[in-house]
Nanobody, 116 residues
Framework: QVQLVESGGGLVQAGGSLRLSCAAS????????IGWYRRPPGNSREFVAV???????NYADSVKGRFTISRDNAKNTVYLQMNSLKPEDTAVYYC??????????WGQGTQVTVSS
């Protein structure tokens, strides 16, 4: 099993920055990829960014050039640095770990609110 805990959300003005953290525990050696997703108010959950065990990354078009995903393997933590935030980035942000042959594990989410 894998447990994920997100932190770092909050209220920020448009143009500001936040850094989200996703701390993993449990069978972390089995994790292949960890991704960030978000659920805007009234909308379904959407992909934001993902990082593989080998640190290759992929981003949604809406965040490219503004968000950066990274990982610290020693701390079993994945980060999402969010710069130039926009009101449309307001959402609950979740991290998801993929364990091949087992399934997906989700955190509880952290709220990000960007005021205009």
């Amino acid at each position: 099993q894998v447990q994920l805990v997100e932190s770092g959300g909050g209220l920020v003005q448009a143009g500001g920055s936040l850094r989200l953290s996703c701390a993993a525990s449990g069978s972390t050696f089995r994790i292949n990829t960890i991704g960030w997703y978000r659920r805007p108010p009234g909308n379904s959950r959407e992909f934001v960014a993902v990082i593989s065990r080998g640190s290759s990354t992929n981003y949604a078009d809406s965040v490219k050039g503004r968000f950066t995903i990274s990982r610290d393997n020693a701390k079993n933590t994945v980060y999402l640095q969010m710069n130039s935030l926009k009101p449309e980035d307001t959402a609950v942000y979740y991290c998801k770990a993929v364990v091949p042959g087992v399934g997906d594990f989700w955190g509880q989410g952290t709220q990000v609110t960007v005021s205009s």
